[in-house]
């Protein structure tokens, strides 16, 4: 496939087919229309190539108008999490050096800005005022992008959601981003008669380029919903006719749990990615709704996407095989390529692989190397090609010099009958060095038996491994896509 640049996307569907087909009913030709005048309006204001330019919105087709408008203009986007406060929202504007921040409604944050010495003048463009003003206004045409700016030109930074301390910016560029999405949708066709369910974030990776670009790059159809409630989603998936649904697993977890056999009966594709799904939930979803939710892998340096399991054959716990075009392989300490069946370290190489985190020269030199992305994550590789997480590489727990891995004990717990979620985190023990420590969410009504469920531990995995305690908590801690935060765990630790 020639590459194109992002913004090209929104030129392959037809013109009079449906580009959003939820609440909102856009065509491609109005969504082409609509980002032409927010071009234009966003160039009279001042955006030019190569200014890292904020985007602090909500999913809405306003998102998309703004981000393709932006980068149409050369300029870079960075999408960041509604959920962030001032504080964390000034932090991203100063270290990506903005002087323009898109905005749903305009922030208090020039004064926290001005306490961390940030003296460059940042205009904030609010949707609301300017979509008001485009009706009644017709701006210039903005120039054409520069003949000399190509595909490998930076199209967004994806700040990481800061798991293991600061955030810090991914720099993905239009080839990236294209790359990604024309892999994915060779290894899960789409076309234009589908239409895709964005719930999850569009300011995270995971969405935007498999729910978004993927979408637009078949001339599908997007239905976009602001936020996942059970209800709504079932809803709007039953009235909209969604055929694809991309979801985190404790959104699988709980319409495994409330809706009923027939209510996604119209669904091709479950897709599930940001977090390790959990074989008991993706067993029960599949037992409610006779279908598999087809498990991916991804992160933001990614693009993000890296593997997918072929929907014509999933594995339960694996995150399937490398996308077209890429190298993936497990790596030892040394970098040397280990057999199958053993554990090492994910690492990646392509197209997709970022080029660089923005200004953190020594950070990027220990994530690239020869041009292999290190993923940080522990993996091995089956006979037939398929990748299994095992966990974290920060995650990993050693105990009297024995490798525990985590997510081998969250599995166990999450298939006992009454825990609903569960994470293990490793903590200090004077004699070995570290322990684990889990902490579990039961189901409604249940009570917990640390003696049987320590009994149930013993018969399935090695004594070394078994928790020394457990902790019952109403929730767990996550991110907005669903991510557990084993650092919120660990801080409460202390």
């Known amino acids: 496939m020639q590459l194109l640049f992002v913004h090209d996307l929104i030129l392959k569907g037809k013109i009079d087919s449906p580009a959003f087909a939820g609440k909102d009913k856009v065509s491609y030709g109005e969504l082409q229309e609509e980002v032409r005048k927010y071009r234009n309006y966003f160039y009279t204001s001042g955006i030019r190539a190569g200014e890292n330019v904020g985007l602090f919105s909500k999913n809405s087709v306003e998102f998309v108008y703004c981000y393709m408008a932006i980068v149409s203009l050369g300029a870079v986007v960075i999408p960041i999490n509604f959920q962030l406060t001032v504080r964390e929202i000034a932090f991203i504007v100063k270290d990506a050096m903005m002087s323009h921040l898109i905005t749903m409604e305009g922030l208090m944050i020039d004064p926290v800005l001005s306490q961390h010495g940030y003296t460059q003048k940042v205009t904030q463009l609010v949707i609301p005022d300017f979509k008001l003003v485009l009706k009644q206004e017709v701006f210039s045409a903005a120039p054409a992008l520069a003949a000399d700016f190509d595909e490998n030109q930076p199209c967004v930074i994806i700040y990481t959601s800061g798991t293991t301390g600061s955030p810090k910016g991914a720099v993905l560029t239009h080839k990236n981003l294209v790359s990604d999405a024309a892999a994915f949708g060779e290894m899960l066709p789409l076309t234009a008669t589908?239409?895709?369910?964005?719930?999850?974030?569009?300011?995270?990776?995971?969405?935007?380029?498999?729910?978004?670009?993927?979408?637009?790059?078949?001339?599908?159809?997007?239905?976009?919903?602001?936020?996942?409630?059970?209800?709504?989603?079932?809803?709007?998936?039953?009235?909209?006719?969604?055929?694809?649904?991309?979801?985190?697993?404790?959104?699988?977890?709980?319409?495994?749990?409330?809706?009923?056999?027939?209510?996604?009966?119209?669904?091709?594709?479950?897709?599930?990615?940001?977090?390790?799904?959990?074989?008991?939930?993706?067993?029960?979803?599949?037992?409610?709704?006779?279908?598999?939710?087809?498990?991916?892998?991804?992160?933001?340096?990614?693009?993000?996407?890296?593997?997918?399991?072929?929907?014509?054959?999933?594995?339960?716990?694996?995150?399937?095989?490398?996308?077209?075009?890429?190298?993936?392989?497990?790596?030892?300490?040394?970098?040397?390529?280990?057999?199958?069946?053993?554990?090492?370290?994910?690492?990646?190489?392509?197209?997709?692989?970022?080029?660089?985190?923005?200004?953190?020269?020594?950070?990027?030199?220990?994530?690239?190397?020869?041009?292999?992305?290190?993923?940080?994550?522990?993996?091995?590789?089956?006979?037939?090609?398929?990748?299994?997480?095992?966990?974290?590489?920060?995650?990993?727990?050693?105990?009297?010099?024995?490798?525990?891995?985590?997510?081998?004990?969250?599995?166990?717990?999450?298939?006992?009958?009454?825990?609903?979620?569960?994470?293990?985190?490793?903590?200090?023990?004077?004699?070995?060095g570290q322990v684990a420590r889990a902490y579990i969410v039961l189901a409604e009504g249940q009570s917990f038996n640390k003696k049987a469920v320590r009994e149930y531990l013993q018969a399935n995995i090695a004594a070394y491994k078994i928790p020394r305690d457990f902790h019952v908590v109403e929730a767990l801690p996550k991110n907005p896509t669903g991510k557990i935060l084993k650092r919120v765990l660990r801080e409460q630790v202390g």
Not at 314 to 325: E, T, W
């Open 194 to 432: 589908d239409n895709v369910l964005c719930v999850l974030p569009m300011y995270h990776c995971f969405s935007w380029t498999c729910a978004v670009l993927v979408s637009l790059l078949c001339g599908a159809s997007i239905t976009i919903l602001e936020a996942f409630a059970p209800k709504e989603t079932i809803a709007a998936i039953k009235d909209y006719k969604v055929t694809v649904v991309y979801a985190v697993p404790p959104m699988y977890n709980v319409l495994a749990r409330v809706g009923q056999s027939q209510d996604l009966a119209g669904v091709k594709y479950f897709i599930s990615g940001g977090a390790s799904l959990p074989e008991k939930v993706a067993q029960q979803f599949a037992d409610k709704y006779g279908q598999k939710i087809i498990e991916g892998y991804g992160l933001s340096e990614a693009s993000p996407v890296v593997a997918l399991n072929p929907a014509a054959k999933p594995k339960y716990c694996s995150i399937g095989k490398a996308l077209p075009g890429l190298e993936v392989r497990v790596a030892d300490s040394s970098g040397q390529t280990l057999p199958p069946g053993m554990v090492g370290e994910l690492v990646v190489r392509g197209p997709i692989v970022m080029k660089e985190y923005f200004n953190l020269p020594a950070d990027t030199a220990n994530a690239l190397k020869d041009g292999w992305l290190y993923t940080g994550d522990l993996a091995y590789q089956d006979s037939e090609g398929y990748f299994f997480i095992v966990d974290r590489l920060k995650d990993l727990i050693i105990s009297n010099g024995e490798n525990i891995y985590p997510r081998e004990i969250e599995e166990l717990l999450y298939a006992y009958p009454s825990i609903i979620e569960a994470s293990v985190i490793g903590i200090d023990d004077e004699l070995r």
